[in-house]
């Protein structure tokens, strides 16, 4: 493809995401293919000869997008956003465009520069503290999913609990990893992956009247295990759990990690992005004097698409020493000079794409003023939801709901709850089928819950308002 076909084509392709979002809202929202429909359509061999791109966009528009679940559809509620904006997708082309291999500073300097300044800017924006920025003990860098950050983190915190020696001869003692039952399963996925094991992940009770992680009973079991000859390596703490949005006592838990000396990781994967606005900076409480590490992910609820997670070290040693290896290959005189990041040392994988790109236009393009406006905008939604909900004798709302999440259920009163569960999850169907919204469910207290989460910026007051009324009208029809 020369350079001149590139451009004619790139407008096309421009063109076609342009309309696709001026018509998004003429799609189901989410696919009604059977498995197996997508690839039936498409023929079972490669081709031999090129095609023209044009017959890509044909096989786009007729085959692939109905087997597309629309993300970006504003009645897409299901679960925390997957945003994405203009000027997300104008940086990822770019990215994608330069083709960058940003593993050493040496492979390219603009990569790794660029990436340190808007992790920084974040710790300002998101009000964190300062032991995060690249310039101090700590430093940020850029994840592709909170469920890597989780397992960097949990690499890094063995390697300080075993004072090195899991690196270098493996698990040799037990090491313990503490959640609670709302915790998101990435930290069972990251203890698996690392050696530590399933069995060694103790679930720590949660407060009844908050879902939240209780530091007594977490006190408890890290007693137990200290006894019992085990190494407690880390705790998480979550600011936004992803089945109902409960906030764990960063404060009090980070209290105990620091008296047994547990690694404490703070997941705000989902709620973290919010602290961009003064009046939900209390959700750091805690973090500045306890976290070792933290992360959130612009590519949720921060207008940037997908894959971009944000994980910040307090102390980037234990990292590093955990992951860097320096093969002759990779040797080169900035990197033995100690004064640049090697961002290589700080992920699983040795390659990295130029993700900050993204990132980096998005903050440009929106600044902290338009930031904290989509914030303030879909939680001022979501929290109308909720008031049409707690007014409505038909329906019980879970309490509380500080962000863009909100938990509810009819009350088919009378009925067991097993056959409750059974109708709200045939009512979920139902309106997942009408094509015209999206919701996911959760179950608290053996209760099934739906789950509407407002998070893109294509959402609108008229879309929610809509929602509300089918899900009323079916709700009224599944308990006759």
Not at 13 to 39: C, K, L, T
Not at 55 to 63: E, G, M, S, T, Y
Not at 401 to 422: K, M
Request: net charge negative; glycine share 8%; aromatic share 8%.
């Amino acid at each position: 493809m020369t350079p001149e076909e590139f451009r004619r084509l790139g407008k096309q392709v421009v063109d076609w995401i342009a309309d696709y979002y001026a018509g998004i809202e003429e799609h189901p929202v989410r696919s009604a293919v059977r498995p197996g429909e997508v690839r039936e359509k498409l023929p079972a061999r490669p081709p031999e000869h090129g095609e023209p791109f044009e017959a890509v966009l044909r096989d786009l528009d007729q085959v692939l997008l109905p087997g597309v679940t629309h993300w970006q559809h504003p009645g897409f509620f299901a679960y925390f956003p997957a945003n994405a904006s203009g000027p997300a997708v104008l940086g990822d082309l770019l990215s994608s465009g330069l083709g960058v291999q940003g593993m050493l500073w040496a492979t390219s300097p603009a990569c790794t520069e660029l990436e340190t300044l808007v992790v920084d800017w974040l710790v300002e924006l998101l009000g964190l503290p300062e032991r995060f920025r690249t310039d101090s003990t700590g430093g940020g860098v850029v994840q592709d999913s909170a469920s890597s950050a989780a397992l960097v983190a949990l690499l890094a915190a063995l390697q300080r609990a075993s004072d090195g020696q899991v690196a270098e001869s493996g698990i040799t003692r037990r090491y313990t990893v503490y959640v609670s039952e709302h915790t998101h399963s990435s930290l069972q996925r990251a203890a698996r992956m690392a050696g530590v094991g399933a069995a060694n992940v103790r679930v720590v009770e949660d407060d009844p009247r908050t879902l939240a992680m209780d530091p007594a009973h977490l006190a408890e079991l890290i007693a137990e295990d200290v006894a019992a000859g085990a190494v407690p390596t880390m705790v998480c703490a979550t600011i936004g759990t992803t089945s109902t949005t409960a906030v764990d006592p960063v404060p009090e838990i980070g209290r105990v990690c620091r008296q047994h000396r547990v690694w404490l990781h703070v997941d705000a994967a989902y709620a973290g992005v919010a602290a961009v606005c003064p009046e939900f900076r209390w959700i750091n409480d805690g973090v500045a004097d306890h976290a070792d590490s933290y992360c959130t992910n612009p590519h949720k609820w921060l207008l940037t698409n997908f894959d971009c997670s944000v994980l910040w070290m307090a102390d980037r040693a234990p990292l590093i020493n955990a992951l860097s290896i320096l093969p002759e290959y990779l040797r080169n005189p900035a990197t033995l000079s100690g004064a640049v990041i090697d961002y290589r040392d700080w992920q699983v994988p040795l390659g990295r794409r130029f993700r900050s790109l993204k990132l980096w236009s998005v903050l440009r393009w929106y600044g902290a003023s338009g930031l904290r406006e989509h914030i303030r905008t879909t939680v001022g939604l979501a929290q109308e939801f909720a008031a049409l909900v707690r007014d409505d004798p038909e329906f019980e709302l879970l309490e509380p709901h500080p962000f863009s999440l909100v938990c509810f259920r009819p009350r088919f009163p009378g009925l067991p709850v097993e056959e409750a569960n059974r109708r709200t999850l045939q009512l979920l169907e139902t309106l997942n089928d009408s094509g015209e919204l999206y919701l996911s469910h959760t179950k608290v207290d053996g209760r099934v819950l739906l789950r509407l989460a407002v998070g893109s910026p294509q959402t609108e007051r008229r879309h929610v308002l809509a929602a509300w009324e089918r899900i009323r009208r079916e709700a009224i029809a599944a308990g006759q």
